[in-house]
């Protein structure tokens, strides 16, 4: 993948286990949170997001919960397959009619076949 | 769609030599954003335009670099002169105006400066 990975957070999953990864936010100002995807030689893909008021959300084997209390996102893929391996990130809008992300460093996800 | 589009794919250049890296954005996106993905830094946003309009450019680095919107479906990013420590991927991505989820993002230019 991009270079980026080498310096990374890694979780190392087998293929069919579930992945957790974890994302902390500073801003208790934030008001939307995204997940992002990025597979090597692409630019990120949004997945998944998640509003404030909210704590929990589900797509197709993703979920991603919200702990606002102590500023705290996960992503959870359910049954990792080998397709999953990538860079996660995480990212934040601080609103107040702000509609930029603030990307965080990003988890390298390798699953084994 | 084509989603948003950048080129070159890939540059190899020489220090000191002018580079231009281009960005066509979905149609219809009305802002655009340049950001510069790196090991050390991760992901930093250099600068982004609304209505083909420089908004905020506090991210670019120094002088050297420059970013231009002639219109609504093309921009530019040039670095000049370019140096080994601006060796990066550069990504583009567009969106509605105040719609964050669509943030659509290029596949990127992979920028070596030797």
């Known amino acids: 993948g991009e270079s980026v990975g080498l310096h990374l957070p890694t979780l190392s999953v087998q293929e069919g286990d579930n992945s957790i990864i974890n994302c902390a936010y500073s801003?208790?100002?934030?008001?939307?949170f995204i997940w992002y995807k990025q597979e090597s030689g692409k630019g990120p893909q949004f997945i998944i997001d998640i509003r404030s008021n909210m704590d929990k959300r589900q797509g197709q084997r993703v979920t991603v919960l919200l702990n606002k209390t102590v500023k705290h996102l996960s992503l959870q893929i359910a049954a990792t397959q080998p397709g999953d391996s990538a860079v996660y990130f995480c990212a934040e809008n601080i609103g107040g009619g702000s509609y930029i992300p603030t990307f965080g460093r990003g988890t390298s996800l390798i699953v084994h076949p | 769609d084509a989603g948003v589009i950048q080129s070159p794919r890939h540059e190899v250049t020489e220090m000191g030599q002018e580079v231009t890296l281009r960005c066509k954005p979905i149609s219809g996106h009305n802002s655009l954003f340049w950001y510069r993905q790196t090991m050390m830094r991760g992901l930093e946003l250099l600068i982004y335009f609304n209505n083909n309009v420089p908004i905020d450019d506090s991210g670019m680095p120094e002088d050297r670099f420059s970013a231009k919107m002639p219109n609504a479906s093309f921009s530019t990013l040039k670095i000049q002169p370019s140096e080994p420590r601006d060796s990066a991927v550069y990504f583009c991505?567009?969106?509605?105006?105040?719609?964050?989820?669509?943030?659509?993002f290029g596949s990127g230019t992979r920028l070596t400066v030797v």
């Open positions: 801003n208790s100002a934030s008001d939307y």
């Open positions: 991505a567009s969106s509605l105006p105040g719609r964050v989820r669509g943030y659509t």
